[in-house]
């Protein structure tokens, strides 16, 4: 199974609205991946990043996800639209020997 990194600047004074969406979004991609969190970056509060590990499809969560991003006027929160995926696997011990 893989894991999935995705991350966005949102709108500064949008933090409570997007949280709620983004939180909503992460319950209905469950049947997608083992465990959705939602994350914002330390040292910059409008940095969010959604990870899902134990991917069971990636594009079949990229795809739920980009409908319910659009269908929630959640992608209206984000600034520019622009949103960064980081699709990673396991690696194997054996494979770094």
Do not use: N
């Not at 319950?27 to 970056?41: E, F, P, V």
Request: proline residues 3%; aromatic residues 8%.
């Amino acid at each position: 199974m893989s894991h999935l990194y995705i991350y966005y600047r949102i709108r500064p004074g949008t933090h409570e609205t997007a949280s709620v969406l983004a939180h909503a979004m992460l319950a209905s991609l469950a049947q997608y991946a083992g465990h959705g969190r939602l994350m914002r970056r330390a040292d910059d509060a409008e940095t969010w990043m959604e990870v899902y590990e134990d991917v069971r499809s990636a594009p079949a969560l990229l795809a739920a996800r980009e409908h319910a991003v659009s269908s929630s006027g959640f992608a209206e929160l984000i600034v520019g639209g622009a949103m960064h995926v980081e699709h990673f696997l396991p690696l194997e011990a054996q494979a770094c020997a």
